[in-house]
């Protein structure tokens, strides 16, 4: 599919004069227009307001994975909740992720908290600002390194997220697969070259900005794009071609059944262990994996035993509920089952309690285990 054609007034360097001395001009107009536009356009974004690295380092973290819209209630909930390094380094971990909660990729939340504890420990409260340190941090990768670096403190350092890939392929007409060498060093190299001395912090949220606003994959607005003149993409009318996707992971399909304990007024809940794969931290219904030719009850009834020592029937199926999360589409079936005796312990989890039904909004839940909640306190 092609974009809608345009006339541009882009030439192909190799025309007119020599290509080091037109591309090495092409590129800094870029730069400047870059500069302009964003300095007249850009979004009153509540983290552009603010030089304090601990909260570009939040809304970074926020940022990946999450909307804009999504991301500005959670960032401004999180710095009343956690104002500093300190508040957060020291903050209980249940705390924290109920915070995150809604925003998915729960580890996310869990590096901020020990990448903030590494901070205190050995930066003194205050965030290190070297790429090579930053790099050290959990959950800080180049990308994230270089957004803080150059943000927070002005050093000439790139940031190439899936914004800025989708600008420049399409700006320079880069083929390939842009997660895999060698266009994925080739995007770093240009981003470098492109940086204008002490103002790399600008420059990097300009291009993020036009790829969220005016780049955007599906329908970009060339026609009122600030570089239009010298994108390559939209001279050869192959805007939608770039940037060449990339081979999509395999979606892994997973059954579970999820048991639903109640005894008297209370409903049995478990808390992953801080190792699990998924959700760890995180308190849900007790759950498992069961495979295609299994019969679920019986399944489910083992498997809770087993893991917390309480021994259950497994009765009528009360609802299903569909998760997508990574590569996973995860399939529950939730039952209503009866405690018939047994002790609750944690044998295979963190901890196990009976709970109020009503106070399972004080504990941080995934999105699949949260809506099962609310689904008891509305029957
Ligand atoms: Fe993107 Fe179109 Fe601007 Fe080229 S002209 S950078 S494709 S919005």
Redesign the pocket.
């Known amino acids: 599919m092609t974009?809608a054609r345009h006339t541009s007034p882009y030439t192909a360097p190799e025309e007119k004069n020599p290509p080091s001395s037109i591309e090495a001009k092409r590129r800094a107009a870029v730069t400047r227009s870059l500069l302009a536009w964003y300095a007249a356009q850009r979004r009153p974004l509540p983290w552009r307001a603010t030089r304090d690295p601990y909260c570009i380092w939040v809304s970074e973290v926020m940022l990946q994975q999450t909307q804009v819209a999504t991301v500005i209630g959670y960032y401004e909930r999180w710095l009343r909740r956690f104002p500093d390094v300190a508040a957060l380094a020291g903050a209980d971990t249940e705390d924290v992720l109920r915070a995150w909660e809604g925003l998915g990729y729960y580890s996310r939340a869990r590096n901020l908290q020990r990448a903030a504890q590494h901070v205190v420990e050995r930066h003194g409260g205050q965030l290190p600002v070297s790429v090579a340190e930053l790099l050290e941090l959990p959950g800080i990768g180049r990308y994230s390194a270089g957004a803080i670096a150059s943000i927070a403190f002005a050093a000439d350092e790139p940031a190439i997220d899936g914004n800025i890939v989708r600008?420049l392929t399409?700006?320079f007409g880069l083929r390939g697969d842009p997660k895999r060498a060698p266009l994925a060093a080739r995007l770093w190299e240009l981003a470098r070259e492109l940086l204008p001395k002490g103002r790399a912090g600008e420059f990097n949220q300009a291009l993020m900005e036009?790829g969220a606003t005016?780049?955007t994959p599906r329908a970009?607005?060339?026609a009122g794009?600030p570089?239009?003149e010298h994108?390559r993409?939209?001279a050869e009318d192959r805007?939608l071609e770039y940037p060449e996707a990339s081979p999509r992971p395999t979606i892994t399909h997973e059954q579970r059944a999820l048991a639903v304990v109640r005894r008297q007024r209370r409903v049995l809940v478990v808390r992953a262990p801080a190792d699990a794969a998924r959700w760890a931290g995180m308190w849900q219904f007790p759950d498992v994996r069961v495979a295609s030719d299994a019969d679920p009850s019986a399944v489910l009834e083992a498997s809770v035993e087993r893991a917390t020592g309480v021994r259950i029937s497994a009765g009528a199926r009360l609802l299903g509920v569909r998760h997508q999360v990574t590569r996973f589409r995860i399939d529950i079936d939730v039952f209503a089952c009866e405690a018939l005796g047994g002790r609750a312990r944690a044998i295979e989890y963190a901890e196990v309690r009976w709970h109020d039904p009503d106070a399972l909004g004080a504990l941080p839940m995934p999105a699949a285990h949260r809506r099962i909640a609310k689904s008891l306190v509305q029957t």
């Open positions: 974009s600008v399409r700006l036009l005016v780049c970009p607005a060339c794009c570089v239009r994108c993409a939209l805007v």
